[in-house]
């Protein structure tokens, strides 16, 4: 079963948030952290923002998360968010169809 972490965040700084998003990659790159990430844009209200992770699994999750480089990271993209963030953790039920 796979595992969705969505992060809900509002910023006036969503530029400093994408580099990070890039920095979070390359820091995950080679560690055997197997995800596929997205950042989308909330249309509804005004400059908040989701980033999608999805995960093999929710061990694997937990995995990439114990990881000191990623925290720093999770500190930094909190320092630039207007407010907390809102977390998410999600098992996939159903795979979409082909």
């Given at each position: 079963?796979?595992?969705?972490?969505?992060?809900?965040?509002?910023?006036?700084?969503v530029?400093?948030?994408?580099?990070?998003?890039?920095?979070?990659?390359?820091?995950?790159?080679?560690?055997?952290?197997?995800?596929?990430?997205?950042?989308a844009?909330?249309?509804?209200?005004?400059?908040?923002?989701?980033?999608?992770?999805?995960?093999?699994s929710?061990d694997?999750a937990l995995?990439?998360?114990?990881?000191?480089?990623?925290?720093r990271?999770?500190?930094?993209s909190a320092?630039?968010?207007?407010?907390?963030?809102?977390?998410h953790?999600?098992?996939?039920?159903?795979?979409?169809?082909?």
């Amino acid at each position: 079963m796979n595992f969705v972490a969505m992060i809900e965040f509002q910023t006036l700084c969503v530029d400093d948030l994408l580099r990070l998003d890039d920095m979070w990659r390359t820091v995950t790159d080679g560690l055997g952290a197997e995800c596929a990430m997205r950042v989308a844009k909330d249309l509804d209200r005004h400059d908040r923002y989701v980033w999608i992770v999805e995960f093999a699994s929710h061990d694997e999750a937990l995995r990439t998360g114990a990881l000191d480089r990623l925290q720093r990271l999770a500190d930094e993209s909190a320092l630039r968010a207007d407010g907390p963030a809102v977390f998410h953790h999600l098992d996939v039920l159903q795979q979409p169809v082909p």
